[in-house]
């Protein structure tokens, strides 16, 4: 099971068995992700076994469950409360896991405090721990009316303002004519989640104003259709979307990495190819370093001069950080390191994230500020 977004799960602590209204922490923030009106409720669920449970149960994570069965003839599931989910899921774009009633057997261990029964039930979590589980009982208000499951959610939970998006959903984003602002991340890239634990916990979940986020660590990116990795079509989608030079060269960074943030406008194409709607860019990390005459220096990164003159987030005098993080671009190539600041594995320097991070952290938070404010 993906393990994404680490940042956006949070957690405090909850006081279990309070009364209704006193004493009640919402759990805060759980993930995002928008709505797909194409596909079914149960298919925009993120969907886990008994095995992905303990996964988010161990792992101490805060999440949101849904509890049900997907071949229920029940018309309290199908003439009700599936309605009600399904509204307030395209209301409030959450990430809501779901897992079916048939993964509770007397074989498991654990149930891990959850009741289980004929009723499909909301489940929510903090720390791992289970905090409340309400049940759709036929009649209840709860389960049918959606302002009231809706309320009773809220005042349980806060939002993310990242939300998770498909390349299809992306994809519709370019013919709308609404800038925009993503994260082009992987779920298995360690960078990705250092900079999500290091910047974006504190960062853009303070906000109203969120960007998309997207995992690239999916079929139809790094990834056939059958699942196996394939280069060539990773290479061609990071040329397309503008992370590579190839076709973007006023911004675009060598061959691509992730982490990359990309404010698109469409209003900037006649055409709905992406690559012509870039706007700003930022990337994280991903700075080359060598020894030049004997002394070890960052030798190429995102923040080259050239790219620089094209940054309007480092460029607009309005900006009220624009000295500061236009000096503190500006420094990174040639920057001297010591032997403290990488580390060395046969014949080649690797930057160390705590040295990248003293500056990039910094970028970042400066690009934010200017797209999210």
């Known amino acids: 099971m993906k393990k994404t977004l680490a940042f956006l799960l949070a957690s405090s602590l909850l006081l279990a068995g309070c009364s209704e209204g006193e004493g009640r922490e919402k759990i805060a923030p759980l993930r995002g992700r928008l ?29 949101a469950l849904l509890i049900y069965d997907e071949d229920s003839t029940c018309a309290c599931w199908h003439l009700s409360f599936r309605s009600t989910v399904e509204s307030y899921l395209k209301e409030r774009n959450l990430l809501l896991y779901g897992i079916q009633m048939d993964e509770f057997t007397s074989a498991v261990p654990d149930y891990y405090g ?30 049918e009316e959606v302002d009231i499951f ?54 853009a979940l303070a906000r109203k104003e969120g960007f998309y986020y997207l995992d690239c660590d999916e079929k139809g990116i790094r990834y056939d259709e059958e699942g ?74 995102f923040y080259s001069q050239e790219r620089i003159s094209n940054m309007t987030w480092l460029l607009d005098p309005d900006f009220a950080s624009h000295d500061e993080l236009y000096e503190l671009a500006s420094s990174i190539v040639g920057m001297e390191l010591s032997e403290e600041d990488v580390i060395s594995s046969n014949g080649a320097y690797y930057l160390r994230s705590s040295k990248a991070a003293s500056y990039h952290n910094t970028l970042l938070e400066g690009f934010l500020e200017y797209y999210l404010s």
Not at 120 to 136: H, K, N, P, V
Not at 151 to 165: F, G, K, N
Not at 188 to 196: A, F, N, R
Request: glycine share 8%; net charge negative; charged share 25%.
């Open 228 to 301: 196996n990795l394939n280069l060539d079509l990773w290479e061609s989608f990071k040329d397309r979307y503008g992370l590579s030079a190839a076709l973007n060269s006023r911004l675009g960074y060598g061959e691509g990495y992730v982490p990359t943030w990309i404010y698109y406008n469409p209003s900037l194409a006649s055409s709905f190819e992406p690559v012509g709607m870039i706007g700003d860019m930022c990337v994280y990390f991903n700075d080359g370093v060598a020894e030049v005459d004997g002394t070890l220096e960052i030798v190429h990164s």
């Open 35 to 63: 709505y797909d009106a194409s596909l079914s409720l149960e298919e925009n669920l993120e969907n886990i076994d008994y095995r992905g449970l303990t996964s988010l149960v161990e792992g101490e994570e805060d999440f």
């Open 150 to 203: 809706t309320d009773w959610m809220d005042e349980r939970i806060d939002y993310s303002a990242i939300l998770e998006v498909s390349k299809s959903q992306l994809d519709a984003l370019f013919k709308q004519n609404d800038p925009f602002l993503v994260m082009f991340a992987r779920s298995g890239c360690s960078d990705c989640s250092y900079v999500e634990e290091a910047v974006l916990r504190e960062n």
């Open 114 to 143: 959850l009741s289980v029964g004929s009723d499909a039930s909301i489940a929510l979590f903090a720390e791992g721990s289970l905090l409340y589980q309400e049940t759709s009982e036929t009649g209840m208000d709860w389960s």
